[in-house]
C-alpha cells in the first residue's frame, strides 16, 4: 500500500468515526431532551391526581356531613318548617 492511499484511508477512517461520533452524540442529547420534556408531563400529570384527589376527599367530607340528621334539620328549619312541641 503507497503512502498516499494510506493518507487517504486514514483521513476517511478519522472522518467517518468523527461522523459517528457527532451523529451518536446527538441522538444522545435529543434523547436527554425527550426525557427532561415526558418528566415534566408526568410532573404535571401527577400534580392534577394530587389536586382531584384532594378535592374528592374534601367533596366526600362535605357529603358524610350533608346525609347528617342534623344538617337535613338545620335545612328544614332554614326553609320555613317549625317542629312540633309536642315530640310528633
Known amino acids: 500500500m503507497t503512502e498516499s492511499k494510506m493518507r487517504k484511508t486514514i483521513t476517511a477512517i478519522a472522518s467517518a468515526a468523527t461522523l459517528l461520533l457527532v451523529i451518536l452524540l446527538s441522538v444522545l442529547i435529543y434523547q436527554w431532551i425527550t426525557i427532561s420534556v415526558q ?17 374528592n376527599e374534601e367533596a366526600e367530607d362535605d357529603l358524610d356531613y350533608y346525609l347528617t340528621d342534623a344538617y337535613k334539620t338545620w335545612e328544614a328549619i332554614k326553609k320555613g318548617y317549625t317542629p312540633s312541641q309536642n315530640g310528633d
Open 39 to 55: 418528566e415534566k408531563r408526568i410532573a404535571a400529570a401527577q400534580d392534577r391526581v394530587d389536586y382531584w384527589t384532594q378535592a
